[in-house]
T-cell receptor, first 112, second 116 residues
């Protein structure tokens, strides 16, 4: 089945640790996005990529990093510089930048 | 800056009744897209309906329809014959252009409860 997968479903981070969230899609979509969702808030854009080996910062990129080495994959690293990482993280993709975005099931990140 | 406002943090409706969720947005663009997404307890974001600003006709998807008032910058979602499975958070989103790319801006959401 075509779709977007995110792993893990739950992730725990210790103080000072970097963690990486996985996002994979087999929809042959060019563009991929990472959003953060906090309680009582809408989604906020962290990073996005419109093509392999290229990505841009969104509205809240500080403390995060990404890579886009393959069309299918867009991993997000939450670095130790992100002081408040506890949130729900959603990955999305779209065939091109003018099309509708479709979302993965999300990863919940908790700090120990 | 483009913003999206959902003025109803929570709404409730009786099963089989109709409910309308409100959304207003602010933009200086003339060509844009608007969306309603549903987020059930599983937290997966699911597209409900989308509207192209250049189309005067309101979008409809089965029991879901919108009332798009471009001049008033209003984009409400009507759910007819509400079902228990409609209970979820509903997010209104505007797609903006920035730096040659298209990005979604979300409202804070409306929590819909469906009472049996």
């Amino acid at each position: 089945d075509g779709g977007i997968t995110q792993s893990p479903k739950y992730l725990f981070r210790k103080e000072g640790q970097n963690v990486t969230l996985s996002c994979e899609q087999n929809l042959n979509h060019d563009a991929m996005y990472w959003y953060r969702q906090d309680p009582g808030q809408g989604l906020r854009l962290i990073y996005y990529s419109q093509i392999v080996n290229d990505f841009q910062k969104g509205d809240i990129a500080e403390g995060y990093s990404v890579s886009r080495e393959k069309k299918e994959s867009f991993p997000l690293t939450v670095t130790s510089a992100q002081k408040n990482p506890t949130a729900f993280y959603l990955c999305a993709s779209t065939r091109d930048r003018r099309e509708t975005q479709y979302f993965g099931p999300g990863t919940r990140l908790l700090v120990l | 800056a483009q913003t999206v406002t959902q003025s109803q943090p929570e709404m409730s409706v009786q099963e089989a009744e109709t409910v309308t969720l409100s959304c207003t947005y602010d933009t200086s663009e003339s060509d844009y897209y608007l969306f309603w997404y549903k987020q059930p307890p599983s937290r997966q974001m699911i597209l409900v309906i989308r509207q192209e600003a250049y189309k005067q006709q309101n979008a409809t998807e089965n029991r879901f329809s919108v009332n798009f008032q471009k001049a008033a910058k209003s984009f409400s979602l009507k759910i007819s014959d509400s079902q228990l499975g409609d209970a979820a958070m509903y997010f209104c989103a505007y797609r903006r252009r920035q730096g040659g790319s298209e990005k979604l801006v979300f409202g804070k959401g409306t929590k819909l409860t469906v009472n049996p």
